[in-house]
């Protein structure tokens, strides 16, 4: 599956985009960090290289069934933000992923980014559910998540091991409008 195209302004001089081979430096500078580690899933290499982001990206570009776009400024990759289409019995639901920059936390960039791919998606795709899990340490996350419509549907009681810690994970999801009369 070819990834979507997308250049689109979300507000306050941040856009999504593809990525490029170019936001490989901007993306390691901003990856590489412990704070932004601990929050995502353990494929997600720590520390996190260069070599890494172009190794993300050229997965991306082949159309393995992935789709991330870059969370940027007029000049840089600050983020990514991205979904995949689930398989088999739930193949109308897409997951949706997500990661900042420190820097840029607080600001409302990411509620607006998942907005954004959130439309994309129920709007190109047979997808009636959105879901993300959430470490239940990420209250930033979770606020995100339901600045933009997502509802916290369970908990999966210590489910995740990271950074030598048992948590909880938070399942939330936001089904396309109509679909949940």
Same mark, same amino acid.
């Given at each position: #599956?070819?990834?979507? !195209? #997308?250049?689109?302004?979300?507000?306050? @001089?941040?856009?999504?985009?593809?990525? !490029?081979?170019?936001? =490989?430096? $901007?993306?390691?500078?901003? =990856?590489?960090?412990?704070?932004? /580690?601990? +929050?995502?899933?353990?494929?997600?290499?720590?520390?996190? !290289?260069?070599?890494?982001?172009?190794?993300?990206?050229?997965?991306?570009? =082949?159309? !393995?069934?992935?789709? &991330?776009?870059? %969370?940027?400024? *007029?000049?840089?990759? %600050? @983020?990514? %933000?991205?979904?995949?289409?689930?398989?088999? %019995?739930?193949?109308?639901?897409?997951?949706?992923?997500?990661?900042? @920059?420190?820097?840029?936390? *607080?600001?409302?960039?990411?509620?607006?980014?998942? +907005?954004?791919?959130?439309?994309?998606?129920?709007?190109?795709?047979?997808?009636?559910?959105? $879901?993300?899990?959430?470490?239940? /340490? +990420? =209250?930033?996350?979770?606020?995100?998540?339901?600045? &933009? @419509?997502?509802?916290?549907?369970?908990? #999966?009681?210590? &489910?995740?091991?990271?950074?030598?810690?048992?948590?909880?994970?938070?399942?939330?999801?936001?089904?396309?409008?109509? $679909?949940?009369?």
């Amino acid at each position: #599956m070819t990834p979507l !195209s #997308m250049n689109m302004p979300i507000g306050d @001089g941040f856009l999504l985009r593809n990525l !490029s081979r170019a936001d =490989a430096d $901007s993306l390691a500078r901003y =990856a590489n960090n412990r704070n932004v /580690w601990r +929050n995502l899933r353990d494929v997600f290499p720590h520390p996190y !290289s260069r070599e890494d982001a172009l190794g993300f990206i050229a997965f991306i570009e =082949a159309g !393995s069934g992935e789709n &991330a776009f870059a %969370i940027a400024t *007029g000049n840089e990759a %600050i @983020g990514v %933000i991205g979904f995949h289409l689930e398989p088999d %019995i739930l193949r109308r639901s897409a997951e949706v992923g997500y990661w900042l @920059g420190e820097p840029f936390w *607080g600001r409302g960039i990411m509620t607006r980014a998942l +907005n954004v791919v959130c439309d994309h998606v129920f709007r190109n795709y047979d997808v009636i559910r959105l $879901s993300a899990p959430v470490f239940a /340490w +990420n =209250a930033g996350s979770a606020r995100v998540l339901e600045k &933009a @419509g997502f509802i916290r549907e369970g908990v #999966m009681r210590q &489910a995740v091991y990271k950074d030598g810690e048992v948590t909880d994970l938070l399942i939330y999801g936001k089904l396309r409008e109509g $679909s949940d009369a």
